[in-house]
């Protein structure tokens, strides 16, 4: 006769797999909100001025843990000695509590024999309070269990945070260099409110900066008026503009890094505001071979 499973056990697996579920799912989260603050982060730009949809960022810890065949290694090795560095943390701990609280009982406990035949009102009290400190001790497993569970979660959350912003890092350095994985963008707007790129009738000539005004380093202005355009013709030095991102009717476009660039240098975002007259955008995963003039 088979026995019908109680669904009190029933109830206790389902809340516990819940539970497991809940705890993933903010591993995850956290996960891809990192990921996203580096890779962004490295573009000069703040992940929560994007307003990136919640859900994409549960999406993307499937590149952090499981991108290619080293990314999966790195992952299990920083896992392994996560779990090493828990064990030994827990050790640790639990000899440091076993220590104390034996000392603590000795203590007590001469305490309450020192006590045990005196009537004074200072050794009634000494007494009481030494037999309720000992009651007290017997509490410091579930204490134990609690330090064991932060200890636990803190470690993963230490792994995650590295292994993801390692990982937005890289990500993002290869997407700013020549090996890039986003487009390269053509970006046609009408010339009002846009005082840089160039004239398709005139590449040669610099559009009017009649009317504007300035603020801040003119440098960087100066250093992108004259190169909006691509130009492969060096391959030492080639000039590819690629499209980062297009999000609340901003554009942001950045002109990738040559493949000398130094391990501290980062690309200089130009961040557009969508015309209402309209634009168009074309994207391309190659540099076309006749973008210089």
Same mark, same amino acid.
């Given at each position: ?14 809340g ?17 909100w ?11 730009l ?18 952090i ?12 090795i ?8 828990i ?15 034996s ?39 579930f ?10 979660v ?20 290869? +997407? ?6 986003l ?14 790129g160039?004239k ?10 009649? %009317? ?16 909006? +355009? ?20 901003w554009?942001y476009?950045?002109r ?7 391990p ?13 007259? %309209? ?15």
């Open positions: 006769m088979i026995q019908a499973p109680n669904p009190n056990q029933e109830s206790n697996i389902l516990k797999f819940t539970s497991v579920l809940g705890l993933l799912g903010a591993a995850l989260f956290f996960a891809g990192i990921y996203r603050w580096s890779y962004f982060y490295f573009f000069q703040e992940v929560n001025t994007l307003d990136l949809p919640a859900q994409s960022f549960l999406i993307v810890p499937l590149q843990f499981l991108g290619d065949g080293w990314t999966i290694c790195k992952s299990a920083a896992f392994f000695i996560a779990a090493i560095a064990q030994a943390t827990l050790w640790l701990i639990k000899i440091i509590s076993d220590t104390v609280v000392a603590s009982q000795l203590i007590l406990s001469r305490i309450i024999s020192a006590t045990q035949h005196k009537r004074s009102w200072t050794a009634k009290q000494l007494k009481s309070l030494a037999e309720f400190s000992s009651g007290q001790l017997r509490s410091v497993e204490l134990r269990s609690l330090v064991n569970e932060i200890v636990i803190s470690w993963v959350l230490i792994v995650i945070f590295w292994l993801a912003r390692w990982q937005g890092i890289a990500d993002a350095r290869r +997407d700013a260099g020549q090996n890039s994985t487009p390269v963008v053509a970006l046609i707007t009408p010339e009002e409110k846009f005082p840089v160039r398709l009738d005139d590449i040669f000539a610099d559009p009017s900066l009649k %009317g504007y005004r300035i603020i801040g380093d003119r440098g960087l202005f100066d250093d992108l008026r004259g190169r909006e +355009d691509n130009d492969i013709s060096n391959p030492k030095q080639p000039r590819v503009w690629r499209l980062l991102l297009e999000r609340g009717n554009i476009l950045f990738a890094l040559p493949p000398n660039a130094k501290n240098e980062l690309p200089s975002v130009l961040a557009i505001q969508e015309s209402e007259k %309209g634009h168009i955008i074309i994207r391309s995963p190659e540099a076309s071979k006749t973008s210089s003039p």
